[in-house]
């Protein structure tokens, strides 16, 4: 069986690399010249840990992985206003949390395909063509690669998905925020943040930071817009958003790299209502976008694409494969979309009697016997057992 996968992002490299030790013959199809430096740092928990461990990575990810002190909120003199110990977060999750940078976790999964799957950069996808038994990916040039099945794992905005499903239009919601994340170098910046996640503890507006081992900080930026259109200077629109907040913003935006290493986008969610069109199928932000503010997008990209080789491998037809990895999957990303859109609130308050209200949380957490069910509640729900909806 041959697989066309057309994203080398978290999802698109598991699934290779699963589906290529499976002995399928795999290729991946990105269209960045190569691996992209851009990326969050993310907290990586729940069915994605467990799909880790089961395609034996974990280990991998634990090295590069970073072990945080505590989350806190700052105020504009940088003096913390609420927060919790990262401890809490993972007693919660039974331990199994760590935090790693985005294309950290990419070099893990393209080490993880190398040598059973076949990557190529630099190649633009621009649709799909269907057929029966059949699919081919079609390329800018007018080449067409054809396979059993071609996999859109190429983002938010799906090219993939465009082709076979329709318009983004259909699919996106928007959840009127902007997001911006990069990595800069300021041995202060770095001092004063340590080993903490840092949060500007502010209102419709936030940057928060994490500490990285080679001296360097990690920045994330989000804001609320009036609509989904990105600026055409996304460092400029940053500097205008936050140039007011306190304590190490000036620094970072000060340090804010150009357009080829800053990652800007809208804060969107994917809601497809069928995953799969004959032998082609979303996989990751194609279809299944949680969202930032829901937390968890690598570790479902992740256990989504080891569940479906799991169900593909398993199936008597490609067909039977998808429907049965949709019918088992849906349930467990409908549910966390459903508690990103419920908890905006928290992530970026609206006002200032949010902010108190987040506050208040963070501080019956410290309460004996409400701990475990505040934090359980800021992690939210792991999500489903990935083992056992391979066999189900």
Not at 196 to 210: E, H
Request: proline share 5%.
């Amino acid at each position: 069986m041959r697989a066309v996968v057309c994203g080398a992002g978290i999802a698109g490299l598991a699934l290779a690399g699963c589906l290529g030790r499976r002995g399928w013959d795999v290729v991946v199809l990105e269209r960045a010249p190569r691996p992209r430096e851009q990326g969050y740092m993310m907290d990586f928990f729940g069915p994605g840990w467990d799909a880790a461990e089961e395609m034996g990575v974990l280990p991998a990810v634990l090295e590069l992985g970073y072990t945080v002190d505590r989350l806190s909120y700052v105020d504009d003199r940088g003096r913390d206003r609420a927060g919790l110990p990262f401890a809490r977060f993972a007693r919660a999750l039974d331990g199994h949390l760590v935090s790693v940078m985005r294309p950290d976790l990419e070099r893990v999964l393209r080490e993880h395909a190398r040598g059973v799957a076949e990557l190529r950069f630099g190649q633009h996808v621009v649709g799909v063509r269907r057929r029966p038994g059949g699919a081919g990916a079609v390329l800018d040039d007018g080449t067409v690669l054809d396979a059993d099945l071609v996999v859109g794992s190429d983002g938010v905005h799906s090219a993939v998905r465009r082709s076979a499903f329709g318009p983004e239009e259909r699919f996106r919601r928007w959840m009127g925020l902007h997001t911006a994340a990069y990595v800069f170098e300021d041995p202060e910046a770095r001092r004063q943040v340590g080993n903490r996640f840092c949060l500007t503890d502010s209102v419709d507006r936030a940057m928060g930071f994490y500490g990285l081992r080679d001296g360097r900080v990690a920045a994330f930026a989000v804001h609320r817009t009036t609509g989904p259109s990105l600026p055409a200077d996304p460092r400029e629109a940053l500097r205008l958003v936050h140039g007011s907040l306190g304590w190490i913003v000036p620094r970072a935006l000060a340090a804010c790299p150009g357009a080829d290493r800053l990652y800007y986008d809208q804060v969107a969610q994917v809601e497809v209502p069928r995953w799969s069109r004959g032998r082609v199928v979303l996989l990751g932000d194609s279809g299944q976008a949680v969202s930032l503010l829901g937390g968890q997008g690598a570790s479902l990209g992740l256990a989504g694409a080891w569940l479906l080789a799991e169900r593909l491998v398993r199936a008597a037809s490609v067909e039977e494969g998808l429907a049965g990895w949709e019918r088992v999957w849906r349930p467990v990303v409908a549910e966390k979309q459903r508690v990103a859109r419920s908890g905006a609130q928290w992530f970026l308050p609206s006002s200032r009697a949010r902010r108190r209200a987040r506050h208040l949380a963070l501080r019956l957490a410290a309460l004996p016997g409400l701990d475990a069910v505040v934090t359980r509640g800021l992690v939210g729900r792991a999500g489903g057992d990935v083992r056992a909806l391979a066999a189900v």
